[in-house]
Every structure is written in C-alpha cells, then in structure tokens.
C-alpha cells in the first residue's frame, strides 16, 4: 500500500515566519508534487520533482521554495509567510515506469493558517 | 494546455441511489484519474483509467479516450459516499496533471 505522510494536518503561523512542510512517501516513487487547494481554484501546482535534487516549478511557484535531498523527502518551504499562503497544502507522488507509472498518491493535507 | 469539465457540479442523492459523474477533457490523455476527497480533505484514489472500464464495489468508471471522456458510475449510494469527486487528467509525462473542478456530492440518509 503507497503510504504518503505530511508532517502536519494543522499549522497556525505568523506572517514573516519561515515555514517548512514535510512530505515522505514509503513507496520509492521518482515523482513527487506540491499543489496547493483554495474554494473556487482547485488543486494547483506550486512545484515537483522527478529526482533527487531536481525541481521544476508548476503553475504558482512564486513565494515558495523546495528541497529534495532524498528520494522519499520532499519538502515545501515558505520564506517568509504572507496571509494569502493560507491555504490547504497536498503532497502526492507517484512512479515513473511501468504500466501505472504517473498515478498520483496524495497525503492527508496541511491546513496552514497564517495570521 | 488540456481544458477539464465535470458535470454535474452538485449533486443530492438519496441514500440507496445511483449516480453518474461525467469528466471531459479538450485533448488526448496518457494518464486519467478519479479521486474522492473526502470531508477531512484527503484525496482518495478510486481509479486510475485512461482507457477501458473498472469496476471496485459499487463504483465503475469507463474512459473513451477517443471521444475524450470518462463516467464514473456510483451505486447504492450511502452517506459514506459525500464528498467532492475530482477527474485528474495529463498527457506530457505526468507531471503536469490537470484536475476538473469537481462534482460535490451529498447523499441524504
């Protein structure tokens, strides 16, 4: 079973913080995403990676920031907080070979307020 | 980029009910998934389907990737079964997937 964790299911933080969440997936999956979800415009990407130390920004980079040092890891980073990254933030993965290669496993969700 | 359509939009059923969700999509797809993001916020997936017809309990999807849509058919409703239906579609490699708005369904017990 694809077991994709995130660090937290709550976060309140304060504006100017720098804010890490953390995604591991336990499946050796190459790919590994970060959308964020808001009411009326759906899940949108902010980045991915498809390796170890590679990054590709998606549609809403602008703000964030990514780190992937391992292959299960891979963490979003907020460099200094605004009100408008309150969001719901969704980590998923998913392999790149074989005949279900590209079918993404999200986790549970960061709810992340930012006051 | 691939344009996304789910319809209907909302959706109330009577516990016992059947339903279908319907998800277009503007050009050809490598990769088509069905999610159900349940009242937590957790995106489950129920079907990953860019061509043919699944079946798992009481849901089924089919995907005529010719004429650019997928059904996903629900039966026997139950409560259980609330939440917002996603379809997720992408066709460069997986990496930019494209999801629908989504189909909000509440089932009344």
């Known amino acids: 079973d694809v077991k994709v964790t995130q660090s937290s299911r709550y976060l309140v933080k304060r504006t100017g913080e720098k804010v890490f969440l953390e995604c591991v997936q336990d499946?050796?999956?190459?790919?590994m995403f970060w959308y964020r979800q808001d009411p009326g415009l759906g899940l949108r990407l902010i980045y991915f990676?498809?390796?170890?130390?590679?990054?590709e920004k998606g549609d809403i980079p602008e703000g964030y920031s990514v780190s992937r040092e391992k292959k299960e890891r891979f963490s979003l980073i907020l460099e200094s907080a605004s009100t408008n990254q309150t969001s719901m933030y969704l980590c998923?993965?998913?392999?790149?070979?074989?005949?279900?290669?590209?079918?993404?496993?999200f986790g549970p969700g960061t709810r992340l307020t930012v006051l | 980029g691939i344009q996304v359509e789910q319809s209907p939009p909302d959706l109330i059923l009577q516990e016992g009910a059947n339903s279908t969700l319907r998800c277009n999509f503007s050009?050809?797809?490598?990769?088509l998934q069905w999610f159900h993001q349940n009242p937590w916020g957790q995106l489950i997936n129920l079907f990953y389907?860019?061509?043919g017809t699944k079946q798992n309990g009481r849901l089924s999807a089919t995907t005529v990737a010719t004429e650019r849509y997928s059904l996903l058919y629900i039966s026997s409703s139950q409560t259980t079964d609330s939440g917002v239906y996603f379809c997720?579609?992408?066709?460069?490699?997986?990496?930019?997937?494209?999801f629908g708005a989504g189909t909000r369904l509440f089932v009344k017990a």
């Open positions: 998923a993965s998913s392999k790149r070979t074989g005949w279900d290669r590209n079918e993404q496993f």
């Open positions: 499946m050796d999956h190459e790919n």
């Open positions: 990676s498809y390796d170890v130390k590679m990054k």
């Open positions: 050009d050809s797809v490598n990769n």
């Open positions: 389907i860019p061509s």
């Open positions: 997720a579609v992408s066709n460069t490699g997986g990496f930019k997937t494209i």
